[in-house]
């Protein structure tokens, strides 16, 4: 078996390392060359992460890119379609029995018209999540590419209902789509990488009694109104408590520009931290408070509170099990979040949300069964 997998953005590649070193775990086990796995990896480049480089690969334990494309720093539209035009050379050159794409991205959405129009097999990692925000491209990305998978791998049971709720499994090209909850394999990685994380920033922290925070989505750094009321809040919070908040050179040229005071002494903005980095400080924070969908997951994944400073989450099971707590950019629920945040205990019956760490095992598994 043959999969071109399609990755666009570290987070993509971090998802995709626990699949690889699953692939790389069962042909271990194989004696017959035939049944062996083969993965080409393509990176699209759509996001330029200077982290990236073959020191990433090597601290990650992650396969380097067989292609990089080259692609980013363009328009959506541009994009995209300069990307389906150079996965689609590559997919003719390697002939895949299987292309698999991870999330949301424009890359993802790039690599599943490819298999859409070549009539090659489909996998999408992440399937069935859904905001519920048809503003948000990440929104439009997944609900097309799930259209077109033949294989929907679902972190969640949410996810599973969101898709029969809208009427899957449809036909395919290949046939009838398959719906498999294998779990989250963002879980497998930070299961994986716990042992491996380590702090070398050379930060003054209160040792599990700092909150980490980060804000990144433009609905809030582009949006003055909100970005005042969330650094109001913290300001308020950073009287009482420790807060580290990797930012993006970005977002701190908007804060800047907004003019926004800061409780500088202890509200530390530092610059942004590598994977291994950041896992560590989720596994020895109190809190976690962000914007961000990944980092809500994390929070979970190490017994963490999370404050979601979003207006809806695609992690609706973390909100309706009490570890998850939406606020948007409302000033005072994000003070009456904090307060509630000491009362937290991860209840041990909500543990196995996300797999316990095997998504990546099932995938394979799943694989394997729908091409008999």
Same mark, same amino acid.
């Given at each position: 078996m043959k999969i071109l997998t399609i990755l666009g953005a570290r987070p993509q590649f971090i998802k995709a390392g626990s699949v690889s070193r699953a692939i790389k775990q069962y042909n271990s086990q194989i004696t017959n060359d035939k049944s062996l796995i083969t993965e080409i990896i393509v990176h699209t480049g759509?996001?330029?992460?200077a982290n990236m480089s073959d020191i990433f690969f090597e601290e990650m334990q992650i396969p380097k890119p067989d292609y990089f494309l080259g692609v980013g720093g363009k328009s959506h539209g541009a994009m995209t379609g300069q990307m389906i035009e150079k996965?689609? &050379?590559? %997919?003719? +050159?390697?002939?895949?029995?299987?292309?698999?794409?991870?999330?949301?991205?424009?890359?993802?959405? @790039?690599?599943?018209?490819?298999?859409?129009?070549?009539?090659?097999?489909?996998?999408?990692?992440e399937a069935g999540l859904r905001s519920f925000n048809m503003k948000m491209p990440e929104e439009v990305n997944r609900i097309l590419t799930d259209r077109v998978s033949d294989i929907l791998f679902c972190p969640t049971e949410t996810?599973?209902?969101?898709?029969?709720?809208?009427?899957?499994?449809?036909?395919?090209?290949?046939?009838?789509?398959?719906i498999a909850n294998v779990g989250d394999v963002?879980?497998?990685g930070a299961i994986f990488y716990k042992n491996l994380a380590q702090i070398t920033s050379n930060l003054q922290l209160e040792t599990s009694n700092f909150i980490l925070c980060t804000i990144h989505?433009?609905?809030?750094?582009?949006?003055?109104?909100?970005?005042?009321?969330?650094?109001?809040?913290?300001? &308020?919070? %950073?009287? +009482?408590?420790?807060?580290?908040?990797?930012?993006?050179?970005?977002?701190?040229?908007?804060?800047? @520009?907004?003019?926004?005071e800061l409780e500088t002494s202890n509200l530390k903005i530092i610059d942004p931290v590598g994977y291994l980095e950041m896992v560590w400080l989720i596994d020895n924070c109190s809190l976690v408070m962000t914007d961000s969908g990944g980092l809500q997951k994390e929070a979970y994944f190490f017994s963490k509170p999370c404050i979601t400073l979003r207006d809806e989450t695609e992690w609706v099971e973390l909100v309706e099990i009490g570890v998850n707590t939406i606020v948007g950019a409302d000033k005072e629920k994000i003070?009456?979040?904090?307060?509630?945040?000491?009362?937290?205990?991860?209840?041990?019956?909500?543990?196995?949300?996300?797999g316990g760490g095997k998504a990546s095992e099932n995938i394979i598994k799943e694989l394997l069964i729908f091409d008999k």
């Amino acid at each position: 078996m043959k999969i071109l997998t399609i990755l666009g953005a570290r987070p993509q590649f971090i998802k995709a390392g626990s699949v690889s070193r699953a692939i790389k775990q069962y042909n271990s086990q194989i004696t017959n060359d035939k049944s062996l796995i083969t993965e080409i990896i393509v990176h699209t480049g759509q996001h330029y992460d200077a982290n990236m480089s073959d020191i990433f690969f090597e601290e990650m334990q992650i396969p380097k890119p067989d292609y990089f494309l080259g692609v980013g720093g363009k328009s959506h539209g541009a994009m995209t379609g300069q990307m389906i035009e150079k996965i689609e &050379e590559v %997919a003719l +050159k390697e002939k895949p029995d299987w292309i698999m794409v991870y999330g949301d991205t424009n890359s993802t959405l @790039a690599g599943a018209m490819v298999a859409s129009k070549l009539h090659i097999k489909l996998a999408h990692v992440e399937a069935g999540l859904r905001s519920f925000n048809m503003k948000m491209p990440e929104e439009v990305n997944r609900i097309l590419t799930d259209r077109v998978s033949d294989i929907l791998f679902c972190p969640t049971e949410t996810a599973v209902e969101n898709l029969k709720k809208e009427g899957f499994p449809f036909s395919t090209a290949n046939g009838k789509q398959k719906i498999a909850n294998v779990g989250d394999v963002m879980q497998d990685g930070a299961i994986f990488y716990k042992n491996l994380a380590q702090i070398t920033s050379n930060l003054q922290l209160e040792t599990s009694n700092f909150i980490l925070c980060t804000i990144h989505r433009a609905e809030n750094t582009d949006n003055p109104q909100r970005l005042k009321s969330i650094f109001e809040a913290l300001n &308020e919070i %950073a009287k +009482k408590q420790q807060i580290i908040l990797p930012l993006h050179p970005r977002t701190r040229k908007v804060i800047q @520009a907004s003019n926004l005071e800061l409780e500088t002494s202890n509200l530390k903005i530092i610059d942004p931290v590598g994977y291994l980095e950041m896992v560590w400080l989720i596994d020895n924070c109190s809190l976690v408070m962000t914007d961000s969908g990944g980092l809500q997951k994390e929070a979970y994944f190490f017994s963490k509170p999370c404050i979601t400073l979003r207006d809806e989450t695609e992690w609706v099971e973390l909100v309706e099990i009490g570890v998850n707590t939406i606020v948007g950019a409302d000033k005072e629920k994000i003070l009456d979040a904090y307060k509630a945040s000491s009362n937290f205990k991860l209840q041990t019956s909500n543990l196995n949300l996300y797999g316990g760490g095997k998504a990546s095992e099932n995938i394979i598994k799943e694989l394997l069964i729908f091409d008999k």
